[in-house]
């Protein structure tokens, strides 16, 4: 039996995806109609014999239940949502959860990254790992560039074993353009390691009575420094590298870039997910044809949400519940939230508008794509900060935060939109507060 842990932090974490964080938890934001740790969920549920699946985080229940329910029922699977009682690093929860995780004698168990998303190879990396006896962890790995490798976990290895022989995390200089995904199976004899990590930090934090604020919280435990790196080279760490199409969904903008992979994938899983012509039977075609609107690409609309006939939607677009579309209004490459109007003749490119937003009619609202750089092989998306070294805002997707008015006739470009704000006129590479 197997079992799946999902990780996902706590609100204090999703700062860099601001404003959409400000009122639904980040890894609820939905990413191709789905929240985005569903698509964690469905990669776990379709592998053979995982009877569980556990959410660790530190937000508050309250904020999960409801999602929780909602995914138990969708896919008859046990999922839980269990709160740490302080943020207790990326393997600090599995420890202290480790009775809830070992219940039922799983022979190992997934751990996801809740701020990835990936085509998951979970049913390869179970082989693999099955295969590798002596393997306490197989790490998910993929090719980055050189310059961007080190914000990321460098695994060096060895090419005819795949065994880890060197792990460093984040390093400051280079050390391998193979990296860790965040997404691990760890063999239930893990816990004997975590152990021994736990017992060390209890020693040292009784160790240190100085009272000098150093102390570190004792039951933190980062898996990728107090574990990965110490277990590299002792042949009970493996890396299975991966081509399937793979990113980090820090920031808004790679929302966009999500959003887009994900739909691609219904074409293989979902096709009922994607609104397409191709799927109608030849008689309905020309039926629904006449109250479709037109349909460029990959596109998902939830079905209550309300699209003109005359609007035209796509490539890479996803209409949340209830959210309504104008007549003539052109949507490309943006993520519409729930309950968000989009009024007459409006354009909205790489761009996300926010639950409950309202744009006018004519209006341009139209952002910068961050996608990785086409020209570079195994490139990954930059995640820059919100403003550069001269202080001005970096050109990114535009972001309506929820309930936003955004009159008619106005152009906003490459700007942060925070909740509630009502705007009267046109703006350009701004945040308005
Ligand atoms: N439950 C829980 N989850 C946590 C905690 N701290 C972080 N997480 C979750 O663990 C994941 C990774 O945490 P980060 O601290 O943000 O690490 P990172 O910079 O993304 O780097 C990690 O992921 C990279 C791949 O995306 C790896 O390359 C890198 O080695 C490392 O594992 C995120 O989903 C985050 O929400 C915690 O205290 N508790």
């Given amino acids: 039996m197997l079992k799946a842990v999902i990780l996902i932090g706590g609100p204090l974490k999703g700062t860099r995806f601001r404003p959409l964080s400000l009122d639904i938890p980040k890894p609820l934001f ?43 029922q969708e896919y008859k699977v046990n999922i839980r949502y269990l709160q740490e009682f302080t943020a207790l690093g990326t393997a600090g929860g599995l420890y202290h959860f480790r009775d809830q995780i070992r219940s039922g004698n799983p022979e190992a168990f997934f751990v996801l990254n809740g701020d990835v ?19 306490l962890v197989t790490i998910m790995a993929t ?79 980062y898996l990728e420094i107090d574990v990965l790196m110490p277990l590299a080279g002792t042949g009970r760490v493996f890396a299975l590298q991966t081509s399937n199409w793979w990113s980090q969904l820090k920031t808004a903008g790679s929302a966009i870039y999500a959003n887009r992979h994900y739909l691609e994938l219904y074409h293989s899983r979902h096709m009922d997910r994607l609104a397409q012509e191709d799927f109608v039977g030849e008689k309905e075609k020309e ?11 990959d596109v998902y609309i939830h079905p209550t ?21 104008g007549p003539g209004v052109r949507i490309r490459e943006s993520i519409v939230l729930s309950g968000a109007t989009i009024l007459d003749h409006s354009l909205v490119l790489h761009s996300i ?75 350009k590479n701004e945040i308005i507060l």
């Fill in 30 to 72: 939905p990413v191709a109609g789905l929240p985005m740790i569903q698509h964690h969920i469905e990669a776990c549920v379709n592998v053979p014999n995982l009877k569980e699946i556990l959410i660790l985080g530190y937000y508050p229940t309250s904020e999960l239940t409801q999602f929780v329910a909602d995914m138990v």
């Fill in 117 to 135: 998303c990936a085509d998951f190879p979970l049913v390869e990396m179970l082989r693999f790992h099955q295969e590798k006896k002596a393997s």
């Fill in 143 to 221: 090719e980055a560039t050189r310059q961007q490798s080190v914000h990321y976990g460098c695994i060096v290895q060895d090419r005819d074993t795949s065994e880890v022989t060197h792990y460093v995390e984040k390093p400051s200089t280079f050390v391998s353009t193979l990296i860790n995904c965040g997404v691990y199976i760890c063999s239930i004899e893990i816990f004997q390691t975590f152990a021994a990590v736990f017992n060390t930090r209890q020693q040292e934090y009784y160790n240190d009575a100085s009272g000098n604020g150093n102390r570190k919280e004792a039951a933190v435990i």
């Fill in 287 to 297: 039926k629904e044809k006449e109250k479709r609107c037109n349909i460029i690409g």
């Fill in 305 to 325: 949400a309300t699209v003109h006939t005359t609007a035209t939607l796509g490539p890479n677009v996803s209409i949340e519940a209830g959210a309504v579309i």
């Fill in 353 to 427: 508008v926010g639950r409950g937003s309202h744009v006018g009619q004519w209006t341009r609202v139209e952002g910068t794509p961050c996608d990785p750089n086409p020209n570079k092989p195994f490139a990954k998306m930059d995640n820059p900060p919100l403003f550069n070294s001269d202080g001005r805002l970096n050109p990114s997707i535009t972001i309506l935060g929820c309930s936003v008015k955004v009159p008619s006739e106005v152009i906003l470009l490459n700007s942060i939109v925070l909740p509630y704000k009502e705007l009267t006129r046109s703006f």
